[in-house]
């Protein structure tokens, strides 16, 4: 706080000052703690505590007799500690263990009911504060950086909800193919809402976060959890269930986009009767009968798999090349257009990898990432993946 010494300097009124800065470790922002006798510079320091960015600040002390005081805020942050502005943060990836559609709703969506897992394969966010207006940057060709990519729209969300006056510029480093049915989307924009409540020191609680990031899409709560979850309703109610453990898992995508409002859109009959909404069993039921022991597999089972191989025939020949290649289990994730599978060894999966890799695909090894995994890398924590 320099600057707040040479301004009682150079106004010649020799008032003893004392300030200092502290750093908080508790959350992602910075705070100024102060003892004046000046009230001036009090006002200044509740300014900044609230992080209201405004251009300069003047006092008047009739007291003391009048002076300006003018502090550039831009100046004022990199004079104290700029990295403290910027915010990096994986965006991890999942995959469905299980997806059911259990028939279409009276409110036109479809009633799921599916085994949600995060896996060790991420994008990368950088999130770094500006005075006012959001903007996203990124060089892949498929990501819009208008208002139209979620990420920007889950920041314009938190934005009116919480009334933060903050702006924020995003850089995305994009690892995942779009549209592969792993959560690209879904967590970037949960991965936002999670890091600017960091960066603006704004909070949430699960009330208020998880009905705002459904608003952004079905995917969005779930990784706000991470682990293992269960996922019904559109698939953005989600309870935690004990964790799978799968630590040689291959995912291959073969480039084909696949739009998901397309593919519900092209159910049979017998995946949109009402009626199966009604007889849906208990969802914990069906969860822990799913999963009897946390590092045993799932039955897997995938009701989009059918239609969405009758439009993309390549997908059906990749899962079965891998089944091929002596993996454990295959299956396409969400509505696609990613496969992936469970290997028992190292040695099965690489060699799966190198047969898959020769055609040109997008081909990732991961593991399953457990909910206290995933909570301690969403906090900034190097966990060694």
């Not at 209201?52 to 942050?77: D, M, P, W």
Request: with cysteine; glycine share 8%; hydrophobic share 45%.
């Amino acid at each position: 706080m320099r600057w707040a010494a040479r301004a009682a300097k150079d106004s010649g009124a020799g008032w003893p000052l004392r300030a200092r800065y502290f750093p908080k470790a508790s959350r992602v922002g910075w705070s100024c703690r102060a003892r004046y006798s000046c009230k001036a510079f009090r006002t200044i320091v509740v300014l900044l505590e609230r992080r209201r960015f405004a251009t300069e600040v003047n006092c008047s002390l009739s007291s003391f007799g009048s002076f300006k005081v003018s502090v550039v805020i831009k100046h004022l942050f990199m004079e104290i500690q700029t990295d403290q502005m910027i915010l990096t943060l994986p965006s991890f990836a999942k995959i469905n263990w299980t997806l059911e559609i259990l028939g279409r709703r009276a409110d036109g969506y479809h009633e799921l009911r599916t085994l949600l897992q995060t896996v060790s394969l991420a994008d990368e966010l950088t999130f770094e504060l500006m005075p006012q207006g959001i903007e996203i940057v990124c060089d892949h060709l498929d990501v819009p950086c208008d208002e139209t990519n979620l990420v920007h729209r889950a920041a314009r969300l938190l934005a009116g909800f919480t009334g933060a006056g903050c702006g924020v510029r995003i850089a995305i480093e994009k690892r995942l193919p779009v549209a592969a049915g792993i959560g690209g989307g879904s967590s970037n924009a949960a991965t936002t809402l999670i890091a600017l409540q960091r960066l603006w020191n704004v909070r949430l609680v699960p009330r208020d976060l998880f009905p705002l990031g459904a608003k952004l899409g079905a995917d969005v709560p779930f990784f706000f959890l991470g682990g293992t979850a269960l996922g019904v309703g559109r698939g953005d109610e989600v309870y935690p269930v004990a964790d799978i453990r799968a630590d040689h898992l291959l995912l291959v995508n073969a480039g084909i986009p696949v739009s998901t409002k397309e593919v519900y859109g092209s159910l049979p009959p017998d995946l949109t009767n009402p009626g199966g909404v009604i007889k849906m069993p208990l969802s914990s039921e069906a969860a822990y009968a799913a999963v009897a022991q946390p590092d045993e597999l799932p039955v897997l089972h995938n009701d989009l798999e059918n239609p969405v191989f009758a439009r993309h025939p390549l997908l059906a020949e990749i899962k079965q090349r891998l089944g091929h290649s002596g993996a454990r289990g295959v299956l396409m994730s969400g509505s696609g257009s990613t496969v992936f599978a469970i290997f028992d060894s190292e040695k099965a999966r690489s060699t799966a990898r190198r047969d898959v890799e020769k055609y040109g695909w997008w081909c990732e090894p991961a593991r399953t990432l457990s909910r206290a995994e995933y909570r301690q890398l969403m906090a900034g924590q190097n966990a060694g993946v």
